[in-house]
């Protein structure tokens, strides 16, 4: 049984209500059950994340698929889930749809326009038979990523109406952010690209990767300018490496049986907690579920 759904609906309610829904990437158990908790206490839609190397260390879509469905069952959550291929190709793509993920993104952001618009056309019609959402990406993020590695561009505008008018759920689009952490000399987001984008592309919710570091008022303003989605990795990286090292600097996995993973892991589980917490607050879908 599946209660995953596709993100079309959370991200339209969201693109009219003013706040984004946040695709938050998980790489293990406590990673899911953090997030899935604090959007069922939150009453949040939310968006699990999966990149292709994450998938892969999860012993492949299947498990993942298996995982995510077994806990939002067991956990009884009822809040909107979907669950989400990150920086996709074509094919991760067709194993996630084959594997029961109910969103996917294709990056055919490095491929020339015409490639990219050819690909994303073939998962277009795929997705919309299964209702599956699917994401497409114009002007690679930059940063590094499972190894991909792109330069912060700004995308063309008029390639976004291209892919946009394909019939795709969400657009990414770069528009000066990276993945990981940015850099001191790092610009900002470029929301002269960001308005030209939604000028170009009409209703379609448009997705922020890099969600990690940008500052509150350039947060809050690509929303007013039509960002629905926002998707965060690092961050939650950080603060789970960040109580977990705490824990063992302060001796706690030597005493008593603190080097039980269940004790281990669950400082590092409720840093994740927090920053989920903080991020579904500061894009505004607390409360959204319903
Ligand atoms: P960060 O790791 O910078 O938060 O970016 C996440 C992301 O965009 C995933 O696609």
């Not at 706040?19 to 968006?47: D, M």
């Not at 990149?51 to 995982?67: H, R």
């Not at 920086?87 to 490095?110: L, Q, R, T, V, W």
């Not at 400082?267 to 959204?288: C, H, N, Q, R, Y």
Request: aromatic content about 6%.
């Amino acid at each position: 049984m599946s209660n995953l759904v596709s993100a079309k609906e959370m991200l339209n309610k969201a693109r009219d209500g003013k706040y984004a829904v946040g695709q938050f990437n998980i790489n293990n158990l406590e990673w899911t059950k953090a997030i899935l908790l604090t959007a069922e206490e939150l009453r949040s839609p939310v968006i699990l994340g999966v990149s292709e190397g994450a998938g892969k260390y999860m012993c492949g879509y299947k498990t993942v698929v298996g995982m995510v469905n077994g806990m939002m069952e067991e956990l009884k959550i009822t809040v909107p889930v979907a669950l989400h291929l990150d920086h996709g190709s074509f094919e991760g793509a067709k194993a996630c749809i084959n594997a029961g993920f109910s969103s996917i993104m294709f990056d055919g952001s490095h491929y020339p326009i015409e490639e990219n618009i050819a690909k994303t056309t073939a998962l277009v019609n795929a997705c919309d038979v299964l209702g599956i959402s699917l994401e497409a990406e114009v002007g690679s993020i930059g940063g590094e990523e499972d190894g991909v590695v792109g330069m912060g561009e700004c995308a063309d505008p008029n390639e976004c109406k291209q892919i946009a008018d394909l019939g795709v759920t969400m657009l990414a689009a770069g528009i000066g952010n990276i993945h990981g952490k940015y850099p001191a000399n790092w610009a900002g987001l470029s929301f002269e690209t960001l308005a030209a984008v939604k000028e170009k592309v009409g209703d379609m919710p448009l997705v922020l990767h890099g969600g990690t570091g940008i500052p509150e008022d350039m947060i809050k303003k690509a929303i007013s300018l039509g960002v629905a989605k926002i998707n965060v990795n690092t961050e939650c990286q950080l603060s789970f490496a960040a109580a977990t090292r705490t824990y063992i600097e302060a001796g706690k996995d030597q005493q008593g049986k603190g080097f039980d993973p269940r004790k281990l892991l669950a400082p590092g589980f409720e840093a994740i907690k927090a920053t989920v917490k903080e991020k579904m607050e500061l894009f505004g879908s607390v409360g959204k579920a319903d």
